[in-house]
């Protein structure tokens, strides 16, 4: 099994730009598609970035998601941030019979 | 609009049996796999379970292999988990989640609480 890592925590303030990473121990990044998922708080997780960089309707394009085979991880970019965007942001893929989370990233916009 | 709907979770004891269910609308359900995703109290989400379109694949994380059964009826739009053998450490809330091809998560659930004390 592989595990996915990602920060513990990032803060940026609201208009600015972050970057998200979520990095692959073990297999190559690019061989199953990676999944973004925003929960905020007291909610269930919702959909924000799924197959690598596509975003269901309804979600923001100040969302993207990419990945990068060089060093093996994913990213999911916001850009100009709002304070509605402070949420934890979890990644997600799989292998042949195994789907596995990143540990979740919190998200502060001050 | 698309409507995941959980229920039966609640309060049982160490070693008790719970199943939850899930009722789908607003989406072809017998075209989407199917998962079950778990969240412990302050913790992060761990995928527990999910089952192809016709039921022919299941898969299971390792540490409720044997003891957790997923299960679907397409023609009630509805998924299941029955939970045996239960454990504090199953303390979560459990989502159903909805997936048009293998490991895509595209609908979630509001979760439903399952409490593993004496």
């Known amino acids: 099994n592989f595990m996915l890592t990602q920060p513990h925590s990032v803060s940026e303030s609201p208009g600015k730009t972050v970057t998200i990473s979520c990095t692959r121990s073990?297999?190559?990044?690019?061989?199953?598609?990676v999944q973004w998922y925003q929960q905020r708080p007291g909610s269930a997780p919702t959909t924000v970035i799924y197959e690598d960089n596509q975003r269901p309707s309804g979600v923001p394009d100040r969302f993207s998601g990419s990945i990068d085979s060089s060093s093996n991880s994913a990213s999911l970019t916001i850009s100009g941030l709002k304070t509605e965007d402070e949420a934890d942001y979890y990644c997600?893929?799989?292998?042949?019979?195994?789907?596995?989370f990143g540990g979740g990233t919190k998200l502060t916009v001050l | 609009e698309v409507q995941l709907v959980e229920s039966g979770g609640g309060l049982v004891q160490p070693g008790g049996s719970l199943r939850l269910s899930c009722a789908a609308s607003?989406?072809?359900?017998?075209?989407?796999?199917m998962s079950w995703v778990r969240q412990a109290p302050g913790k992060g989400l761990e995928w527990v379970a999910n089952?192809?379109?016709?039921?022919?694949?299941?898969y299971y994380v390792d540490s409720v292999k044997g003891r957790f059964t997923i299960s679907r009826d397409n023609a009630k739009n509805s998924l299941y988990l029955q939970m045996n053998s239960l454990r504090a450490e199953d303390t979560a809330v459990y989502y159903c989640a909805g997936s048009p091809v293998r490991g895509v998560i595209i609908y979630w659930g509001q979760g439903t609480l399952v409490t593993v004390s004496s």
């Open positions: 997600q893929s799989y292998d042949s019979s195994n789907w596995v």
């Open positions: 089952i192809k379109q016709d039921g022919s694949e299941k």
């Open positions: 607003g989406f072809t359900f017998s075209s989407y796999w």
């Open positions: 073990s297999g190559s990044i690019a061989s199953n598609y």
